[in-house]
């Protein structure tokens, strides 16, 4: 089912009728009355007159429809869908015709939700508490935001990862939305929450070796932590392509928050701690080989000293030991040998 337009009139003309129609029922009653006071047999017709008059008031104020900018109403005309309401302003569509949105009480927490207030009434005193419902059946057509609740999913080597999305979308078909599925807002929680799922079970949480992420075969450096943009990205796709029957476009998908599960969380934390310290050992040592071989090189060349093969094993040894250790040196003197 595809959506069409609804051709409906302008409101403010009928407005006008419905209440011209309610004051003449006021004048044919008031009629009708004075006439039975003064027994007349004529009295009853401007009774009947005045009924008329306010059923037929009522039957076209049911049709008066108002409309703000991104709004749509879904009509039905007993039970054939007629055609939405997309233009903002003030309309008459057919009084028996009824606007559809299953959607329009579902909480999901997310942005454009209808949301319950809270109204406070005085009565002989006391406080009460009431809660009204947001009227009227119309389906949003802005952008909306979407977060899911973090979910726990194994990534590709099976480790537990808590993470989280938002996802920015929007109604652009409201026929679809509204007669293809039973809630589009629930079947696009369900979509998000199984596609997070297949992506994330695609990637390693960090860079890890022998993985392929993008199919090709070939091991790459793809990981959540590491190539967010491309995680999204492929979340997005996959989202969209399962909510095309339901109306809705995906505008954009971002992690929102991403960890490992509470508890591996300690371990891949020592692993990280452990990871790092060897980096930073590898790089400690490195410039201190080339430290030793620069202070080697220069002490040669000004012959300011001259090592035989004993001695250089023994500075090295000692500048090693100077330059990757984790404590502060502390000098010695040699104020040369005693006889």
């Known amino acids: 089912m595809k959506e069409k337009q609804l051709k409906a009139r302008a409101g403010m003309p009928i407005l006008f009728l419905s209440l011209l129609l309610f004051f003449a029922a006021v ?33 076209t104020s049911m049709g008066l429809k108002v409309l703000k900018p991104n709004e749509a109403l879904v009509m039905t005309l007993f039970g054939k869908y007629s055609g939405t309401l997309r233009e903002p302003g003030f309309f008459f569509v057919h009084p028996f015709s009824s606007a559809v949105n299953p959607a329009a009480k579902t909480k999901l927490g997310q942005s454009g939700d209808i949301k319950t207030s809270k109204q406070i009434a005085n009565v002989s005193g006391d406080e009460i508490k009431l809660d009204v419902e947001a009227l009227g059946k119309r389906v949003s057509l802005k952008a909306m935001t979407l977060n899911n609740a973090i979910q726990k999913v194994n990534d590709c080597l099976g480790n537990p990862v808590e993470i989280g999305i938002a996802v920015i979308w929007r109604v652009v078909d409201t026929a ?41 075969g070939e091991p790459d450096e793809g990981s959540l932590r590491g190539s ?4 999204a990205r492929r979340i997005k796709e996959e989202i969209q392509s399962k909510v095309n029957d339901a109306g809705i476009e995906i505008l954009e998908a971002r992690i929102t928050y991403l960890a490992y599960a509470q508890e591996i969380a300690a371990v891949m934390l020592q692993r990280q701690q452990a990871s790092a310290v060897v980096d930073a050992r590898k790089l400690i040592v490195d410039g201190a080989v080339g430290m030793v071989q620069m202070a080697l090189e220069k002490l040669s060349q000004n012959e300011i000293v001259t090592f035989d093969d004993d001695r250089k094993a023994a500075m090295v040894s000692n500048l090693l030991v100077v330059l990757c250790g984790n404590r502060d040196v502390q000098p010695v003197v040699n104020s040369g040998n005693q006889q």
């Open 27 to 59: 004048a044919f009653f008031v009629l009708g009355a004075a006439l039975i006071e003064r027994e007349m047999k004529i009295g009853a017709l401007p009774l009947v007159l005045a009924f008329i008059c306010l059923v037929a008031g009522f039957l």
């Open 228 to 231: 967010s943009e491309e995680v």
């Open 176 to 216: 679809k939305a509204v007669f293809n599925v039973d809630n589009y807002k629930e079947y696009l929680s369900l979509q998000c929450d199984s596609a997070l799922r297949n992506i994330v079970r695609i990637y390693p949480y960090d860079v890890a070796p022998n993985v392929d992420t993008t199919g090709d």
